[in-house]
């Protein structure tokens, strides 16, 4: 999903994952009970609706489990979180991390099926904060380039999502050209 979603993101700025339709098959179920101001529930069980809002295409749901300023400032730049429902998804929620302040990052794992039908697995990390109406997405962190660090993307600051599709596509078309000129030289060789 990393992929499908940065990707998607940078190109479109929009948050979308690929497949269509939607049934209620994710792998992860939301926990039960539990006080959301007192422990991790609150914020896992936020990443779960916001994550089976996406899988099931339900793009109210997924836009108002994101913060009211990251909503209001992607509608100012007219960018919308349009996700298209996958049936073939699964994920799951995992650890949460106390940031600073009112903050947390969730972990979680996505996956699905790509172009040729191979189930892949990503990971990212969402970044929470908490609002009268709960806790609520703001961004995610990916791993974009393998090894690199990770992309972050801050639902609340557009202008900066903007600049970053910008580098994100140069660094792509850089390594294109790259990788390709790699694959042209062993045949320039052959031919000599």
Do not use: Y
Not at 91 to 111: C, H, I, K, M, N
């Amino acid at each position: 999903m990393t992929w499908k979603w940065i990707l998607t993101a940078m190109a479109a700025l929009t948050m979308a994952f690929g497949g269509c339709g939607g049934s209620d098959d994710s792998e992860q179920s939301p926990p039960a009970g539990g006080d959301q101001e007192a422990s991790a529930d609150g914020p896992v069980r936020a990443v779960h609706e916001f994550l089976e809002a996406v899988r099931t295409g339900n793009d109210e749901k997924a836009a108002m489990m994101m913060t009211a300023t990251a909503r209001n400032k992607t509608a100012e730049f007219n960018m919308q979180v349009a996700p298209t429902g996958s049936d073939t998804a699964r994920f799951e929620v995992g650890e949460v991390q106390q940031l600073p302040g009112d903050r947390v990052a969730v972990a979680s794992t996505w996956s699905d099926l790509d172009a040729n039908s191979q189930r892949r697995t990503d990971e990212m990390v969402w970044m929470l904060r908490k609002s009268p109406e709960g806790w609520r997405i703001a961004g995610v962190a990916a791993e974009v380039f393998e090894g690199e660090p990770p992309l972050q993307l801050d639902f609340e600051k557009p202008q900066e999502m903007l600049d970053k599709r910008q580098q994100f596509q140069e660094e792509t078309r850089r390594r294109a050209q790259e990788n390709q000129s790699r694959a042209q030289k062993p045949q320039e060789s052959m031919q000599r």
